[in-house]
């Protein structure tokens, strides 16, 4: 009896001191006999008491941003069976009896095993940056790419604008690849996708 009136006497305590020490308009008064304004303690514990902290953060619209798969009249590479990059070490038209929908594009396939494997695991697959081109994404925007420009480096696709563009971005891939790097994904709020306009 004597414990459970100690600890109810304790509860109480406790509620008392953080109601006052809480209490925005808190009132101590000194040995003096002044009364001082006590600073509240409670206000630096809430982050938003004072200012919002997310004044100034910049949120995206997701409707102002890029698809995250390059696509010309909805097909990804151009309609090129990424596989065959890798089986075939060439860019390979892919036909529409093996179609499969991906990230927001539609990925052709020269053959029902090409798709099998892509389906399996696309991300071994598919080209970096979404397939936009690489050269473009290193230098911070987003542009169209020729299927015929391509090189895999380390187990990984890319593609360019066109032959051209590829042979710039050859004169320093490593370079090239760090910097795209850096710039993915966020260069996909970028206004503007460079488009060639080319079919394939």
């Given amino acids: 009896m004597k414990i459970q009136f100690l600890g109810a006497v304790a509860i109480a305590s406790l509620l008392t001191l953080s109601a006052i020490a809480c209490?925005?308009?808190t009132t101590v008064n000194s040995d003096a006999g002044d009364s001082l304004e006590a600073v509240d303690p409670c206000a630096a514990a809430d982050p938003c008491a004072?200012?919002?902290?997310?004044?100034?953060?910049?949120?995206?619209d997701a409707t102002n941003q890029q698809p995250h798969?390059?696509?010309f009249d909805g097909l990804a590479i151009?309609?090129?069976?990424?596989?065959a990059y890798f089986t075939e070490g060439a860019a390979v038209k892919g036909v529409a009896?093996?179609?499969y929908q991906w990230n927001g594009a539609t990925w052709r396939f020269s053959s029902a095993e090409n798709l099998a494997q892509f389906t399996a695991n696309p991300e071994a697959y598919a080209p970096q940056y979404g397939g936009y081109c690489a050269k473009a994404v290193a230098e911070g925007y987003l542009a169209s790419i020729d299927p015929d420009?391509?090189?895999?480096?380390?187990g990984k696709l890319y593609l360019n604008y066109s032959p051209g563009v590829q042979r710039q971005w050859q004169s320093d891939i490593p370079g090239h690849i760090a910097s795209g790097d850096q710039?993915?994904?966020?260069v996909l709020t970028v206004d503007v996708v460079h488009e060639s306009g080319d079919s394939w």
């Fill in 23 to 25: 209490s925005p308009s």
């Fill in 50 to 60: 004072t200012a919002d902290p997310c004044a100034g953060a910049k949120v995206e």
């Fill in 69 to 71: 798969v390059y696509s």
């Fill in 78 to 83: 151009r309609g090129a069976d990424p596989v």
């Fill in 97 to 99: 009896d093996y179609e």
């Fill in 149 to 154: 420009a391509w090189r895999i480096v380390d």
């Fill in 183 to 186: 710039h993915w994904p966020a």
